[in-house]
């Protein structure tokens, strides 16, 4: 098809002005009339998608057969299915959230109705869309186009083992097949790289840089500076944007902090549904809020053209990933703004991603070893016997089904005949080379000169140069205040945001038996819709509890941290706060009425004392009610479920409450009835205690010691899976204890599974 | 593992137009063994380097170049044009740790295009160490059900293959076949089976595998990887068997029925190797018939503790060659 056609295609779908950009002509004449393969590399919004709808509509008139786009976005796929509709081609998508339109797509592509199929790389490898959907394909496929393709490259910053397999499908293509690749960010060593996996392929490069953005870099150590900083400016920026954090926590808490201060922001991440996500975005679309706290879930392909602002609240791990995710700012605004924020926390975070985003190598070789000794197992399976966290499983799993050493039908993985060997050289490079990258950023972020060519350069750009319009080159590198008042607020804010530990229900299905064979009772079978889950029965399990922070997270954090590690002793200030939120703000019902704690062979005296100071502070007695049988591994090192729970099986035992020693119950010495200090005196639950143990003891007790029928705080410096105060809950209650609220200073920073 | 390590841009075609490998559900079928002989014909006569250059050529051109009728060009262009589908197909294959090997691949085992010339199938797919196929081998079949003395001349001959540094190929079914396969095996030697069905789910079996990926056991079938059991495929399979070997050993055989006595028959007529049949005071009626057909005899002794088998099998070989070959000549005569 000539030019002139096309144009007037182009002018169907964009109005009757419309003309290509510089340079998507020639990407279209490529595939579609030279029927060759080319990489273009062009900034978000220069219009990939109109090369690639052009091509196909081509293709499909000449008599080629379907597209088959490979993209990894969902909510890509949607905004492409109206585009490409406006252009009079019929797409279709398969994906885990249109299920009820497969048998409707599976037939319409049988009748080769359709002109485009939008598959996710995932979905390439799944057995029913190789089964079913792939014959139904009666002719050839016209055109493979491969969206986001510098996930293809190892150096690339986005890895997706998934898109190897893209490649070696490429290499089985005969050259006749065109193939269209397309990103919007790869410098040139990505470049060189994808160049090397796919034979006869042409780099079609854009320029990168977006002339209407105003960079700005912004050190702040404290999240409350950040906050604060967030509270303050935010308002100030131009129309609607996105503020970017590297956790889903930290998206959950900034988005709390802007609501409270009546900012229109919510927050948007991985672990929202699917209808919550599509609502943030279109909310953001239609400028209902001001801004979307997000993380890296909001991905590739999101699309605002009038975007005012990307504020990022903690540094990215690369020069790459920053740029894509600034780079969604000023694409059809004169002016938009890309603001830095980086803080204290930023390092920590990056080496933890660095450090559990590759298995290492013996963990591969470990999970491919144990998959030598059965047909099949299960991730579940996997992590009874392998003392790793699941997500590291799944994530050793993955790559060693892309590397062919296992593959998978449906939940169950086997090992292929495949010789296989960890590939140590090549787990080392990339790590390398992201540690390179969160260098380049820690540069950049001090970088004093012109900050749009400093990412230019790092891309490749070659037109890189100086932007006059970022902080450097306007001079505007100084700090405007912000209210000091704010900033204490933000601080308190911080030091509210306290979180619920979910009770545990059930039990890792692999160890089920071994806890059935030591409580029996603790064990419940259940079946829900045909799958067998082991459960604790409902009269045993601990109530939901709460904990004051994470641990040496800015709030309180950093003070539990230092009374654990350097001085053995909480703080005064961190007990108040703990009696505080358990008085007035969590108030639990019905009040507990004594106060037990987990018992730690390793620091006995930290807990203990923690646990008579907060019962003195609630005005409760405090009583030993649980102790160590044996030592056990310290249950921070159990990496999973299953070994967490074998780590404390047999590890407790209930004790009989020891009355004797009045520092014990009521953190004063002197007998119980009379209290000193000015406290209010709780005498009345504390009598009940007293009375309720000294009629035990009279009427006689059974062989194992009863504990009072009353609710008990149970608590434990730092709660993590959250397994030591489950079963500690679950003893006290088979004791005969009542409701049991688990209540713990800090949450372990980054949680296994 | 790459796949331009076994499949070649002209293998790839072959593939597409030979392979029941993922067929268009309604689209036109694959080529047979004589179909594609003829279009191998066709394509070295023509000006056409191979049949890589056949794709993106369109039905049209490739009547021309062929000189074939319009019809039969389409179909070709038809079944070329699953390119993209069969790559994807073909990629999870791959990813389970199977490859797949056609007739004009350099890795296409020598002995069997051979032996069997253009009844070699054009197609094998298969897992494990491909340099296998092209080894010293014997092939070693019977039926299933065996008896004790059977199984043990089976496992004997396995075990005497490895001390002769000779590969041990069978059909990898129950009986006859496992137990020589497993012979060899057992005794750190070698071995290659030739499937009549379902090689993906065979290779994930955790004894085949830890075999498949010592090196010392490889699988192969005429069929799909995951093709299931039918008596045409198990009988067709049998000359593969033969056609890898240099010799071939049958341990029991009925008469006149069942997959052993047809492929022995098959082999004996078409002179693919040298045949021996296990002879003795309780071997089936089959071995007897087979001896009278031209097979020739072996017994316990030569797979006892100090035979040399090897050197045994090499000397019949040049002795009975011309043996074979007039007693085949005296039947003809006989039969007119």
Redesign the interface.
């Known amino acids: 098809m000539h030019r002139e056609k096309a144009t007037a295609l182009l002018q169907r779908m964009l109005g009757p002005k419309a003309e290509f950009r510089e340079g998507q002509w020639e990407a279209i004449d490529l595939a579609a009339n030279q ?1 060759g393969r080319a990489l273009i590399v062009q900034r978000t919004g220069w219009g990939k998608s109109i090369v690639y709808f052009i091509a196909a509509k081509i293709l499909r008139d000449s008599g080629a ?1 379907l597209t ?1 786009l490979i993209s990894p976005l969902l909510s890509l796929m949607r905004n492409q299915l109206l585009a490409a509709e406006k252009l009079g081609i019929r797409a279709v998508t398969i994906h885990s959230q249109n299920v009820d339109d497969w048998q409707e797509v599976e037939q319409r592509i ?1 009748a080769n109705e359709v002109d485009l199929l939008m598959v996710s790389p995932e979905r ?2 799944n057995e029913d869309f ?1 089964k079913k959907f ?8 016209g055109m ?1 186009v491969v969206d986001e393709a510098h996930c293809i490259s190892d150096w690339g910053h986005d890895f997706r083992p998934d898109y190897r ?1 893209i490649v ?10 065109p193939v269209l690749c397309t990103t919007a960010t790869a410098n040139d060593r990505v470049v060189r790289d994808i160049e090397s996996q796919i034979a006869n392929v042409r780099i079609l490069r854009g320029q990168l840089v977006r002339a209407s953005l105003k960079l700005f870099n912004i050190v702040l150590p404290g999240q409350a500076d950040r906050l604060a900083w967030l509270a303050h400016f935010l308002p100030k920026l131009p129309g609607n944007g996105i503020v970017y954090t590297l956790t889903v926590q930290d998206s959950r808490r900034v988005a709390g902090w802007l609501s409270q201060r009546g900012l229109a922001a919510r927050p948007y991440h991985a672990d929202l549904a699917a209808q919550e996500r599509i609502e943030a975005e279109e909310q953001l679309l239609d400028n209902r809020i001001k801004a979307l706290v997000a993380t890296v879930a909001l991905g590739m392909g999101f699309d605002k053209p009038d975007l005012g602002f990307v504020v990022h609240f903690q540094r990215p791990g690369s020069v790459v990933a920053y740029y894509q995710q600034v780079g969604r700012a000023g694409r059809a605004v004169d002016s938009a703004f890309g603001v830095l924020l980086s803080g204290r926390e930023d390092d920590e975070i990056q080496n933890y991603f660095i450090r559990t985003a590759f298995p290492s190598a013996q963990v591969m070789t470990e999970v491919a070893r144990e998959l ?5 197992r299960t991730i579940e399976q996997l992590s009874a016997a392998l003392n790793y966290p699941w997500t590291t499983l799944e994530r050793a799993l993955k790559l060693l ?2 590397e ?1 050493a296992v ?1 998978r039908e449906q939940n169950k993985y ?6 296989w060997v960890a590939d140590v050289e090549r787990a080392e490079r990339v790590t390398q080379l992201r540690r390179g990258e969160v260098e380049e950023m820690q540069r950049y972020v001090e970088h004093d000169g012109c900050l749009m060519e400093f990412l230019a350069r790092s891309l490749d750009d070659p037109s890189a140069g100086p932007c006059g319009k970022c902080m450097n080159c306007t001079g505007k590198a100084e700090r405007q205040p912000i209210p000091a008042g704010l900033i204490q607020e933000a601080v308190n804010f911080l030091r509210n945001d306290h979180l619920v530990i979910d009770a545990r229900h059930q039990w890792p299905k692999s160890v089920a038996e071994q806890v059935g064979e030591r409580w029996p009772n603790a064990v419940d079978r259940f079946e829900d819709g045909g799958r067998a889950k082991v459960i604790i029965p409902t009269r045993l399990r601990a109530e939901e509890g709460r904990v004051l922070c994470v641990y040496g997270d800015a709030g309180w954090g950093d003070s539990v941290a230092r009374g654990k590690y350097e001085s053995g002793r909480f703080e005064d200030a961190l007990i108040e706060a703990a009696a505080e939120l358990v008085r007035n703000k969590w108030k639990p019902e019905p009040m507990p009425q004594w106060v037990t704690c987990v018992p730690s062979k390793r620091h006995p005296e930290l807990v203990h004392d923690f646990g008579q100071r907060l019962a003195a502070a609630l005005g409760l007695p405090f009583a030993m009610a649980l102790r160590k049988t044996r030592d056990n591994q310290a249950q921070k090192e159990m990496q999973n479920s299953a070994a967490q729970v074998r780590n404390l099986l047999g590890g407790f035992e209930v004790m009989e409450i020891s009355l004797g020693d009045g520092a014990n119950e009521f953190g004063t010495h002197g007998s119980p009835q009379s209290r000193d200090g000015a406290r209010p005196s709780k005498g009345g639950k504390g009598t009940s205690l007293m009375q309720m143990l000294k009629h035990k003891i009279k009427t006689g007790l059974g062989s194992k010691p009863q504990l009072p029928e009353l609710p008990v705080l149970l608590v434990d410096d730092v709660v993590d899976s959250g397994w030591t105060l489950t079963i500690g809950a679950l003893l006290l209650r088979e004791h005969g204890s009542g409701p049991v609220y688990p209540f713990a200073l800090a949450r372990a920073a980054f949680r296994g599974s | ?4 390590d076994f ?1 070649s ?1 002209d293998g ?2 072959v593939l597409a137009l030979c392979s029941n490998f ?6 036109p079928s694959a080529l047979t063994l004589s179909e594609w002989n003829e279009l191998e014909t066709q394509i070295e006569n023509s000006s056409l380097a191979g049949p ?1 250059e056949l ?2 050529l369109g039905a049209e051109k490739i009547a021309k170049e062929l000189g074939i009728p319009e019809g039969e060009a389409e179909r070709v262009a ?1 079944l ?13 294959v ?5 490859w797949v090997l056609t007739r004009v691949d350099s890795g296409y085992p020598v002995q069997l295009q051979h032996t069997l010339k253009h009844q070699a199938p054009t197609v094998l797919f298969g ?2 160490e491909r340099s296998l196929l092209n080894q010293a081998a014997v092939a070693v079949v019977g039926s299933r059900h065996i008896d004790e003395a059977g199984a043990a001349f089976a496992r004997a001959v396995g075990k005497k293959c490895v001390e002769s540094g000779l590969v041990v190929v069978s059909g990898g079914a129950r009986g006859t076949d496992r137990l020589a396969m497993d012979g060899a095996l057992s005794e750190e030697g070698k071995a290659m089976g030739v499937l009549a069905d379902s090689l993906e789910a065979t ?4 004894d ?3 075999f ?2 010592d ?1 010392r056991l490889v699988l192969v079938t005429p069929y799909g990887p995951t093709a299931g059991f039918s008596v045409g495929g198990a009988m067709g399979r049998n000359k593969v068997i033969y056609g890898l070997s240099e010799f071939a050993v049958v341990v029991s055989s009925d008469v006149n029925t069942g997959g052993t006595w047809a492929g022995a028959v098959e082999a004996l007529k078409g002179q693919w190797c040298p045949v021996f049949v296990r002879e003795g005071s309780g071997v089936p009626e089959g071995n007897r018939a087979l001896l009278k057909k031209g097979a020739l005899p072996i017994g316990d002794e030569q797979v006892g503790e100090d035979a040399n088998f090897g050197e045994w099998l090499r000397k019949q070989q040049t002795g009975t060659q011309a043996k074979t070959k007039k007693s085949a000549a005296q039947q003809q005569d006989l039969f007119g």
Do not use: C, Y
């Open positions: 029927k057969g088959l049988k390439l490898a190789i792939l014959p139904g394909i009666q002719s050839n496929i493979f397999r070696r499908i490429l290499k089985l293509l005969p050259p006749a097949v030598q000794t059965a047909e099949s089904e892309v062919g593959s086997s090992r292929t005949a495949s010789r | 593992m790459d796949v331009r499949l841009d790839q075609a993922a067929l268009a559900e309604d689209g890589a794709p993106g038809a070329l044009d699953r390119a993209g589908r069969l790559a994807m197909q073909l990629e999870e791959f990813s389970k740790g199977m897992s494990g290779i994930r079996k955790p085949v595998q830890e498949v990926a090196g």
